[in-house]
C-alpha cells in the first residue's frame, strides 16, 4: 500500500467523515455561508466509504413512509429559502402539485431517497466516494513545536493506496453500527435489518416458506408485514419481548421534545430534568410502531383467524436464546418471558431488527482520542456546538454528528433537528475561523459549558 502525499496542497476549513444525510446537510450549510461571503468560503471536502451517495437503502420497504415530517428535511428549519429543501425537489422533479394534491406531511421513504440522492448529486464535486478514512492525528502547521493546529487525515481510496489531506476541522458523521444479540452472527439465514432488501433479493421465494422477525420497534414490523405481503405462501412469525408492539407518540405536544431548542433544554438542564426527557419521551422513537402499521398487521391477524388459516404468528414476551445452523438448516431457540419455557423451531429466514449502537469516535481517532475529556460514566464530552471538548490545547476542532444523546438529547442522531444542528456546527467553524484570523479566543471556546 502506497502513500500518494504527505500533505494536500490544500488545507481545508473542515473534512466530513462520511456523508450521510447529516455531513450532506453540512455540506449544504457550508455553501450557503459562502454564497453569503463569496469573498472568504469555507472550504471543505468529505469523504464516504460507499461507491455512491445511500441511506438505508435495505429498509426502502414499498409504501413505507416517513416517521417525520417532509419540512424537517435537510435545510428548511434552517433556512427556508435553500434551493435544497424537499419543496425545491419536488419542483424539479415536477411533482410539487401532485405532491400537494395528496395532502400528506409524510413521503414515502422511498421518495424521501430520491430527494436525497437529489440534494448530494448537487454537491458531487465536494465528495470523494469509494474512500475510507483510516486514521486521524494532530499536527503543528509549519512543523514547529507548539500546539497542534492542524489535522492530517489519512484517506485510502477504492485502489488500496492511502493519501493524506490536512484541515482544521473534521465532521465525524459514520452512522451507526447495525447489532445483534451477544453470540449471534449474521449468515445466509440470519440477517440484521439494515441488509434486508439485498439479503431478501438473494433469496427465492418459494425457498422461503418460515421466517421470522425479531424486534419490537418500527423497522420489525414494517418487515413482518412486508414478509406477509410478499409470500402468501409462508409462514411469518413476529418475535416481540414486550407483550405487543407499543404506539409511537408523535402527538403534537410529545413531538416538542424534538425542537430545536429542546437541545438547550436538556444540554443545560439538570441531570434531573435530563432523566425525565428519556423517562417520558422514550416512546416518541425508541422500540415504538407507527399507529398505522400496527392496526395493519392486527387487521390481517384477525382475518386469518375469521378465515380459520392462519400463517402470521405473534410470539409475545419471548426472546431468542440462541440460533443453531446446521447444513441447510437453521434452528432458532425461543424462550418465553412468560413461563420459562424453551422451544426450538426451523426457519428459512430469520430477521433481527434489534436496532444499532450509536457513533463511538474512539474507534476512529485511535490514540488521538486521548486528547479529548471524558464525563464521570466515561463519556466523551461534548461542547453545545457539538465539538468535542479537547485536554490538551488543540485548536483544532472534532465535531460529532451523532453519538452526543448523551449531551445533546434524543434528536442528537435524528433528521428532525438535521438542519438546525449543521447550521450550528457551520456556524461554529466559521466563527472559530474568524477568531483565529483576528488572533484571539472567542465564547465558543467556553469549555465551562461542555458536558
Wanted: charged share 25%; hydrophobic share 35%; with cysteine.
Amino acid at each position: 500500500m502506497g502513500i500518494k502525499g504527505r500533505r494536500s496542497q490544500e488545507i481545508y476549513d473542515v473534512v466530513g467523515i462520511g456523508f450521510g444525510p447529516s455531513n450532506l446537510s453540512l455540506a449544504i450549510a457550508l455553501e450557503e455561508h459562502g454564497e453569503s461571503a463569496p469573498r472568504h468560503p469555507v472550504t471543505s471536502h468529505f469523504f464516504e466509504k460507499q461507491p455512491a451517495f445511500g441511506w438505508h437503502r435495505d429498509m426502502l420497504l414499498p409504501s413505507a413512509t416517513m416517521q417525520i415530517s417532509f419540512l424537517k428535511d435537510l435545510v428548511t428549519f434552517r433556512n427556508p429559502l435553500s434551493r435544497y429543501s424537499f419543496v425545491s425537489f419536488l419542483h424539479a422533479s415536477n411533482r410539487l402539485v401532485q405532491f400537494v394534491n395528496n395532502q400528506d406531511f409524510f413521503p414515502t421513504r422511498h421518495e424521501f431517497h430520491q430527494y436525497l440522492e437529489w440534494a448530494a448529486a448537487g454537491l458531487g464535486d465536494r465528495v470523494s466516494y469509494g474512500t475510507e478514512v483510516t486514521s486521524i492525528r494532530p499536527v503543528t502547521e509549519g512543523g514547529g513545536g507548539g500546539a497542534p493546529d492542524l489535522l492530517e487525515i489519512e484517506v485510502r481510496d477504492g485502489d488500496g493506496t492511502t493519501r493524506v489531506v490536512a484541515a482544521r476541522n473534521v465532521a465525524i458523521s459514520t452512522g451507526l453500527v447495525p447489532r445483534l444479540p451477544d453470540g449471534m452472527d449474521g449468515h445466509e439465514r440470519v440477517w440484521h435489518s439494515s441488509e434486508f432488501l439485498s439479503r431478501f433479493g438473494a433469496r427465492a421465494p418459494e425457498d422461503l416458506r418460515k421466517v421470522m422477525v425479531v424486534g419490537a420497534g418500527q423497522s420489525a414490523a414494517e418487515i413482518t408485514r412486508f414478509l406477509h405481503d410478499s409470500l402468501p405462501h409462508a409462514e411469518v412469525s413476529a418475535v416481540i419481548p414486550s407483550y405487543g408492539y407499543s404506539i409511537a407518540d408523535d402527538t403534537p405536544f410529545a413531538n416538542q421534545v424534538f425542537d430545536p431548542s429542546s437541545v438547550d433544554d436538556y444540554y443545560f438542564g439538570t441531570e434531573q430534568a435530563r432523566d425525565s426527557f428519556w423517562r417520558y419521551h422514550r416512546n416518541t422513537n425508541y422500540s415504538v410502531v407507527d399507529a398505522d402499521v400496527i392496526r395493519s398487521l392486527y387487521q390481517r391477524s384477525y382475518e386469518e383467524q375469521v378465515h380459520g388459516s392462519r400463517r402470521l404468528h405473534f410470539r409475545n414476551l419471548t426472546r431468542v436464546d440462541g440460533v443453531k445452523s446446521a447444513g441447510d438448516e437453521t434452528r432458532v431457540v425461543l424462550r418465553s418471558l412468560l413461563d420459562e419455557t424453551v422451544e426450538e423451531t426451523a426457519v428459512d429466514a430469520l430477521v433481527f431488527a434489534t436496532g444499532y449502537d450509536g457513533l463511538d469516535p474512539a474507534l476512529l481517532l485511535g490514540e488521538f482520542d486521548r486528547n479529548f475529556e471524558r464525563d464521570a460514566a466515561g463519556r466523551h464530552r461534548v461542547e453545545r456546538d457539538y465539538r468535542l471538548v479537547n485536554a490538551s490545547g488543540l485548536t483544532c476542532g472534532v465535531y460529532l454528528q451523532g453519538g452526543t444523546e448523551h449531551t445533546h438529547g434524543l434528536s442528537s442522531s435524528l433528521l428532525s433537528n438535521i438542519a438546525v444542528r449543521s447550521g450550528e456546527i457551520a456556524d461554529s467553524i466559521v466563527l472559530r475561523r474568524t477568531e483565529r484570523e483576528l488572533g484571539r479566543t472567542g465564547p465558543v471556546e467556553k469549555a465551562s459549558s461542555a458536558v
